[in-house]
């Protein structure tokens, strides 16, 4: 079994940040919550109301799991179902605007809350359940609307996959002590990640199999099959099947594991899926990486696409993982 050590001697030289594979249309709040031209695109599927999706929708899911009551799948792409009627709802349909990885949510009139909503980001999941893990929101197009996580730990914050860089976001990160490691799941979820570390100077990890020009300068690669420590807290267990190199990191205090791609909850059903359809590997592979986590003592999916999953116990979550592979299989 692999260590990676939480002492180094001195933190990475800053790197230049890439060229942005692509325009985004929005990276402040300012141009989301404010009325724009983007009226004219206001997708026919929204119910009539301050709240909106464009037609530059990719179906990402972000929005639906955040806010679930305000928005829908409907046609293909996500739109307002019902406008929010409370303040919770209100408050949970901006953070899904600001999270949009294509600013493809809008308010007719400009969101008075604006900055508030702004700055509850890194956004505490569940202090009793889930302590010290955040959501980062700013989901990035770069990674598809995979989500990013912050774990803040006594030995070093750990970044799970890359959110799209915002400011904003780094000085919020920041006071929370910012991230001594980023690590990455696949190379699917990387986005900013160079400039995160050139902010946070945080170092990255990442499995060999998963270096691309993008990622040859991270600090960590991973190699042959695991697992690996960080510390006694955190294992990083090896799940080949999406890409060749995937891995989940398993925090064992908390008995969560952070999935990337590697599995995730059906959007139609309480279910666990497979997005065969990106894979890169044969699903029997992807298989036998679920079997993996049969031994793993773990009541919490936190995957990078989709909703959380909650087991009561171990059991539940087992026999979850049997039935996914019954059904892959049958």
């Given at each position: 079994?692999?260590?990676?050590?939480?002492?180094?001697?001195?933190?990475?030289?800053?790197?230049?940040?890439?060229?942005?594979?692509?325009a985004?249309?929005?990276?402040?709040?300012?141009?989301?919550?404010?009325?724009?031209?983007?009226?004219?695109?206001?997708?026919?599927?929204?119910?009539?109301?301050?709240?909106?999706?464009?037609?530059?929708?990719?179906?990402?899911?972000?929005?639906?799991?955040?806010?679930?009551?305000?928005?829908?799948?409907?046609?293909?792409?996500?739109?307002?179902?019902?406008?929010?009627?409370?303040?919770?709802?209100?408050?949970?349909?901006?953070?899904?605007?600001?999270?949009?990885?294509?600013?493809?949510?809008h308010?007719?009139k400009?969101?008075?809350?604006?900055?508030?909503?702004?700055?509850?980001?890194?956004?505490?999941?569940?202090t009793?359940?889930?302590?010290?893990?955040?959501?980062?929101?700013?989901h990035?197009?770069?990674?598809?609307?995979?989500?990013?996580y912050?774990?803040?730990?006594?030995?070093?914050?750990?970044?799970?996959?890359?959110?799209?860089?915002?400011?904003?976001?780094a000085?919020?990160?920041?006071?929370?002590?910012?991230?001594?490691?980023?690590f990455?799941?696949?190379?699917?979820?990387?986005?900013?990640?160079?400039?995160w570390a050139?902010?946070?100077?945080?170092?990255r990890?990442?499995h060999?199999?998963?270096?691309?020009?993008?990622?040859?300068?991270?600090?960590?690669?991973?190699?042959?099959?695991?697992?690996?420590?960080?510390?006694?807290?955190?294992?990083?267990?090896?799940?080949?099947?999406?890409?060749?190199g995937?891995?989940?990191?398993?925090?064992?205090?908390?008995?969560?594991?952070?999935?990337?791609?590697?599995?995730?909850?059906?959007?139609?059903?309480?279910?666990?899926?497979l997005?065969?359809?990106?894979?890169?590997?044969?699903?029997?592979?992807?298989l036998?990486s679920?079997?993996?986590l049969?031994k793993?003592?773990f009541?919490?999916?936190?995957?990078?696409?989709?909703?959380?999953?909650?087991?009561?116990?171990?059991?539940?979550?087992?026999?979850?993982?049997?039935?996914?592979?019954?059904?892959?299989t049958?």
């Amino acid at each position: 079994m692999a260590l990676l050590s939480l002492r180094f001697a001195a933190a990475p030289a800053p790197v230049a940040s890439p060229p942005a594979r692509r325009a985004r249309a929005a990276t402040s709040f300012r141009a989301s919550a404010s009325p724009s031209p983007a009226v004219g695109r206001r997708r026919p599927q929204n119910v009539p109301g301050d709240f909106f999706v464009d037609h530059r929708c990719i179906d990402c899911q972000a929005c639906r799991w955040m806010a679930p009551e305000v928005f829908k799948r409907i046609d293909g792409k996500a739109a307002v179902a019902a406008q929010p009627v409370s303040e919770e709802d209100r408050i949970k349909a901006l953070q899904a605007l600001l999270s949009c990885p294509t600013a493809s949510i809008h308010t007719e009139k400009p969101a008075k809350e604006i900055l508030q909503v702004q700055n509850m980001f890194p956004l505490p999941i569940d202090t009793d359940l889930l302590p010290g893990v955040y959501l980062c929101g700013y989901h990035s197009q770069d990674s598809f609307g995979a989500t990013s996580y912050l774990i803040t730990h006594p030995d070093g914050n750990i970044l799970v996959d890359s959110p799209r860089y915002t400011a904003e976001l780094a000085n919020n990160i920041e006071k929370l002590g910012g991230a001594r490691y980023m690590f990455l799941t696949h190379m699917d979820d990387v986005a900013d990640h160079r400039k995160w570390a050139e902010r946070l100077k945080c170092e990255r990890i990442i499995h060999s199999d998963e270096v691309e020009s993008v990622t040859a300068d991270v600090e960590w690669k991973l190699t042959g099959n695991g697992p690996w420590n960080i510390g006694a807290d955190f294992e990083l267990i090896h799940t080949p099947g999406h890409t060749q190199g995937s891995v989940c990191l398993f925090y064992k205090p908390v008995k969560v594991l952070f999935t990337g791609d590697h599995v995730a909850k059906s959007e139609e059903s309480d279910d666990l899926y497979l997005f065969l359809m990106y894979n890169r590997q044969p699903v029997s592979l992807q298989l036998d990486s679920m079997r993996k986590l049969l031994k793993l003592d773990f009541e919490w999916f936190l995957p990078g696409h989709g909703h959380r999953i909650h087991y009561k116990d171990v059991h539940a979550k087992d026999s979850a993982i049997e039935s996914l592979i019954a059904n892959y299989t049958s």
